[in-house]
């Protein structure tokens, strides 16, 4: 807890912004998307960026952990201040949005909704590519704390991508610039990319200048429909070695196509095991080409149907679907633990057997749904937490999906980051030494371990809990 002398300091630091002390404010900033519910000592909301950085100085010096927080939509844990401290608001850090047409740049500050970026970009006919689910909801600088992508990661890439220059407060107290407004930048090491990704615990992001590029003309859907599951990940995989490359690349199992329907009938094919969801974009003469190569790959192994719209209207509707999963499936059951194992392209058809084993095995209700080009799936389990003998279940079906996608040379996760949900299984990914080197950096950055303290790295001893 903070000492009264501390909370005075803080309040004397704290004059533009404010200070949230009372039980009910804390209690708001005591959980995310994900699991459990960790009470803060304090919560500061400033758009001063000089007084943040007395703050993080100040915190230092004392020994109280920050945790920097976005809107909290993290399915991973990544704000939860696990240690009590402080818990910064970023979200109110919202002012800056500046569009550079010339330069192709954006410059942000890191409360700004992620959707908004894209509706300013697409404005000047540009394009700011990483398209996370919740980017309506998501601000910027969450999306860089954990290094986001989303269905257009296939042909884009992921947040780091984008991001050439960053303004940052050093878990010291120090404001840094990295980076800058132009795309080639090779003066020594790449700390905007070490920023980027590793979860608020190595600064505070208070500004970023974003790449952006020209938006494509054109876009051509198809939805492939599949009797079973495994022939719909070889489809996958033979579109990608055609030399097509799909902007987006979704599937969807039939638990998903089924939870959809219950919950908004769209003429989804009940029956199906799968469905593969498929835009390309670019010039319109190439798209007429690749379109119907891609609906012929489909239907040589084994495709039942293909769709392709014919309007902007069908088009709509067939990605509504997509985007219809996540609140279908919680009508199932309260609970929803949402993971992103990620593995090869190639490995597709067969990490999708070993997750109807682990169904199977555990009893599980396992939704399968994801960006399925780049490989980064995202098998849903639906249950009640309030259940303890299927939570046990659902705990031991989730570790043998994180091991199942690193025996199959993948990664514990594609773009919702580590936090203190998959710390304890970094080190089955990265090896002893890995890790101890990814500590090392923390130590060199982050001496006092105040910065969002108790992520990444596991503590001994823990455990993956959903009880």
Known sequence: ????????????????????????????????????????????????????????????????????????????????????????????????????????????????????????????????????????????????????????????????????????????????????????????????????GSEGTLGIITKAILRLIPKPPATATLMAIFSNLVDAGRAISNILSSGILPSKMELMDQASIIAVENYQPMGLPKDAEAIILLELDGHPLALQDEIIQAEQLCYVVGASQVKIPKNEMEKEEIWRARKLVSPAIVRIKPTKISEDATVPRSKIPEMCERLQEIKRRYQVHLVLFGHAGDGNLHPNIICDKSDAEEMERVEKAVAEIFTAAVELGGTLSGEHGIGNMKATFMEMELGTVGLDMMKRIKKAWDPNNIMNPGKIFPEPGQKLELK
């Open 1 to 196: 807890m903070l000492t009264s002398n501390q909370i005075m300091k803080i309040n004397h630091i704290v004059q533009i912004g404010r200070v949230l002390l009372d039980e009910h404010d804390r209690y708001s900033y005591s959980f995310d998307a994900s699991f459990g519910t960790y009470l803060p000592d304090a919560v500061v909301q400033t758009k001063h960026v000089v007084e943040l950085a007395q703050l993080v100085k100040f915190a230092n010096q004392e020994g109280i952990p920050i945790y920097p927080r976005g809107q909290s939509t993290s399915l991973s844990g990544g704000p939860l201040p696990v240690q009590g401290g402080i818990v910064i608001d970023l979200s109110v850090m919202n002012d800056i949005l500046d569009i550079d047409e010339e330069d192709l740049v954006a410059v942000v500050s890191p409360g700004v909704l992620t959707a908004a970026i894209h509706k300013a970009a697409e404005e000047k006919g540009l394009m700011y590519p990483p398209d996370p689910s919740s980017s309506h909801v998501s601000t910027i600088g969450g999306n860089m704390a954990e290094n986001s992508g989303g269905p257009r990661g296939l042909k884009y890439g992921v947040t780091k991508d984008y991001v050439i220059g960053l303004e940052v407060i050093t878990p010291e107290g120090e404001i840094i610039q990295t980076g800058g407004r132009t795309v080639k930048n090779v003066t020594g090491y790449d700390l905007t990319k070490l920023i980027v």
